[in-house]
């Protein structure tokens, strides 16, 4: 599995021209609390992680950290963490930037104002931007789906449009009865594309979510195992997850980063005619990296 995720960090890190991708790892632990030497060995070896003993109880620790987070976002998300809890010994960091310019950049002359519908029944009015050409594009009876490239072609945008008819809700069972299905090749259809500029902060916590999930042994205070990492006693166990992401869509291109820390204490038929994708109501994203078909960046929209 770690020669595996060390072949995955090198491929998506060679995404091609006009399109930067840095994945960085970091460990930050508890002065004074040792680590078995395999573990913060193989993180070195196959992450490329950077493992640091701080100081927890200096005032100064949380602003190293976000100092690291910060340099390695390109400055997006220059916070992630307030305060150190006493209990804490050790904080993991990861890091995702993404910056791509598109294979074809919108004209910032076609970009107009126009409404975008809310899921409560409103609307908003955006900055629609517009383009025609060539692209990968999917149409059935619930939802549109069309990929919008970047660079040389190796990673692009997919974006999938719920039917008026339908709802975001039923897009997203729909997409994950069988992700595998997104990650084929749509045919190649001419049309015209309009997507409004997006600028999103996203912050969650994310040990309640995640428990729902079924992972809950990491979380208990008394049945975790995490004996591989460091000697017991104390035994550690998750205490916190959080995850932060930015995103910015305009007409050159994308930028985004993400970050999560984890804190540890004691095929269609083809279509004739052009097709037209406006997406004025809420839509699901995903930044894919064709090579691995990796998804590095996923959300829905409801509010550009």
């Keep these: ?3 595996g995720n060390e072949r995955l960090i090198s491929l998506l890190q060679q995404p091609g021209s006009d399109v930067q991708v840095r994945i960085a790892n970091s460990i930050w632990s508890r002065k004074g609390k040792p680590f078995h030497s395999d573990f913060t060995k193989a993180n ?3 992450y490329d992680a950077k493992i640091t003993e701080l100081d927890f109880n200096s005032p100064n620790a949380p602003d190293t950290i976000n100092d690291w987070v910060n340099k390695n976002t390109n400055g997006k998300i220059p916070r992630m963490i307030e305060s150190i809890d006493p209990m804490e010994v050790l904080i993991l960091m990861n890091a995702v930037y993404f910056n791509g310019g598109w294979k074809k950049e919108f ?3 076609a970009t107009k104002e126009e409404s975008f519908k ?3 029944g409103s609307t908003k009015q955006v900055q629609m931007m517009t383009q025609s050409g060539s692209y990968e594009y999917l149409q059935e009876e619930e939802f549109q789906a069309i990929r919008l490239p970047y660079g040389e072609g190796q990673m692009d945008m997919l974006v999938i449009l719920p039917d008026e008819s339908s709802s ?3 897009l997203h069972d729909k997409l994950w009865e069988d992700p595998n299905r997104w990650h084929e090749s749509f045919q190649s259809n001419r049309g015209e594309i309009k997507l409004p500029r997006l600028k999103i902060e996203y912050s969650e916590k994310l040990k309640e979510p995640l428990k729902a999930m079924g992972m809950t042994l990491p979380f208990d205070e008394v049945h975790a195992d995490f004996s591989g990492m460091a000697p017991v006693p104390p035994n550690l166990f998750i205490s ?5 992401t930015f995103i910015e869509v305009n ?3 994308t930028e985004a980063a993400a970050v999560t820390s984890v804190h540890m204490a004691g095929a269609s038929a083809p279509i004739d005619e052009p097709f037209q994708v406006t997406i004025n109501r809420p839509f699901f994203f995903a930044i894919e990296d064709r090579q691995t078909d990796a998804w590095l960046f996923v959300g829905s929209v409801v509010e550009p």
């Design 1 to 3: 599995m770690n020669r």
């Design 44 to 46: 070195q070896a196959f």
């Design 107 to 109: 004209q910032p002359s």
């Design 118 to 120: 809310l899921q409560d």
């Design 168 to 170: 975001l809700d039923a």
């Design 240 to 244: 916190a997850v959080t995850h932060k």
């Design 251 to 253: 007409e050159k291109g």
